[in-house]
């Protein structure tokens, strides 16, 4: 009986937390004016030092995919370096904002449109899920 009402507070959790990233992401997205139809790549390169060198394969392919690309950059020189930002599906918060919304810690994620949140601790994940989808 307690494995059962464990795994049920654990369903129901799961559900609630991946809920509320969700709302949290489409507020943001509201703000920087992004309409969220597909996936969304969100890349901080000023508290990931090791972010521009790591994922720049990576984010490329993203972009080639046309799915949305968020670059968090106090310095649009940095970010235009990761990514075309005269592509219409790439986005600078030159503001934090991601932080404002606790969407976006250090290391890059992305967010689905049906809620889920992938964390991205390496270049082979956003490699896969583009094989993937």
């Given at each position: 009986m307690k494995y059962v009402l464990f795994i049920c507070f654990l369903?129901?959790?799961?559900?609630v937390s991946c809920q509320s990233e969700s709302a949290k992401f489409r507020k943001y997205t509201k703000e920087l004016d992004i309409v969220f139809d597909r996936p969304a790549l969100v890349i901080n390169l000023d508290s990931c030092s090791s972010c521009?060198?790591?994922?720049?394969?990576?984010?490329?392919?993203?972009?080639?995919?046309n799915?949305?690309?968020v670059v968090i950059a106090k310095e649009s020189k940095k970010a235009n370096l990761l990514s075309n930002s005269k592509n219409a599906n790439v986005f600078h918060d030159v503001k934090n904002l991601a932080f404002n919304y606790q969407i976006l810690e250090s290391l890059p994620r992305i967010y689905?449109?049906?809620?889920?949140?992938?964390?991205?601790?390496?270049?082979?994940i956003i490699d896969r899920f583009i094989d993937e989808n």
């Open positions: 369903s129901i959790f799961s559900f521009y060198s790591v994922f720049f394969q990576s984010v490329k392919k993203f972009e080639l995919k799915y949305i690309i689905l449109t049906d809620g889920t949140v992938i964390e991205v601790i390496s270049p082979e």
